[in-house]
């Protein structure tokens, strides 16, 4: 007959669930995985079944209760680590999406607004367009399977344990400054040439007032913008590429290894 004492089936129960709730809270969060258009029964089987495969090789987990205070709180802590290291990645899907925002009303296209799933709420074209683009090169990449891979070495970088490093939290605050400027700068081949484009239209307008500005200014904007976007789409990858790298090494910092 198999018989379990308390300290026993507590260490069994909780070196599943600790690791499943770190698992649950990276896939909420990360792109691809925390997509509202997946059903939550899909991502739930997802976590579990990366549950079963990590946890056996995670360290020795505290002698707790997990239904005690201090189980709770290491509940707690495992769900924010999670959260963190998912939102780490979807910062860089933020900053391509308002690049799309700036060059979508730069070109006029501000009315041309649809619902976001992922946010819930409403999103230029052009930003949708950008989104997109980025998931096919972040799926193009493998950067899920790095993700994956890089949640599976934290356990051993960062063990499950009362006491946690905040070094990480203030690295993912100091990394959210990227969404204005890696936004900026995406958006600034399409803000330049309009720029040029408009003062182009100023002078004409000043040169012929018989002009209808309003007439011909927005099909110019507009056509300009597109041409301009076309010839960027091309080059756009070594800047994502890059972006995602060190949204990776942000993630990183939770196992201090940074990717090369």
């Not at 056509?223 to 090494?249: K, M, Q």
């Amino acid at each position: 007959m198999i018989s379990f004492s308390n300290t026993e089936l507590y260490a069994l129960i909780a070196g599943f669930v600790w690791p499943l709730t770190r698992i649950l809270g990276l896939i909420a969060t990360a792109p691809l995985f925390g997509n509202l258009s997946i059903p939550v029964r899909v991502k739930a089987a997802l976590g579990v079944m990366l549950a079963l495969v990590i946890a056996p090789t995670v360290p020795e987990v505290p002698a707790s209760d997990p239904m005690s205070l201090a189980g709770a709180l290491i509940l707690a802590q495992q769900l924010v680590i999670g959260l963190a290291m998912g939102f780490s990645m979807r910062i860089v899907f933020a900053a391509v999406e308002m690049a799309g925002e700036v060059a979508g009303l730069t070109m006029g296209f501000g009315f041309a607004t649809f619902f976001d799933p992922q946010t819930r709420g409403r999103s230029s074209a052009i930003s949708q367009f950008l989104s997109l683009l980025a998931l096919m090169i972040f799926l193009a990449l493998n950067i899920h399977l790095v993700l994956l891979a890089t949640l599976a070495d934290s356990f051993v970088s960062m063990p499950i344990s009362a006491a946690g490093d905040m070094k990480g939290f203030r690295d993912l605050a100091n990394w959210g400054g990227l969404i204005f400027s890696a936004g900026a700068q995406l958006a600034l081949p399409i803000i330049a040439a309009l720029l040029i484009t408009n003062i182009a239209l100023g002078i004409l307008t000043r040169a012929a007032p018989q002009l209808n500005l309003f007439g011909i200014g927005f099909p110019i904007t507009l056509g300009a913008g597109f041409l301009v976007l076309a010839l960027v789409l091309p080059y756009l990858s070594t800047p994502l590429e890059r972006l995602f790298i060190e949204g990776l090494n942000v993630v990183r910092q939770f196992s201090l290894q940074p990717v090369r």
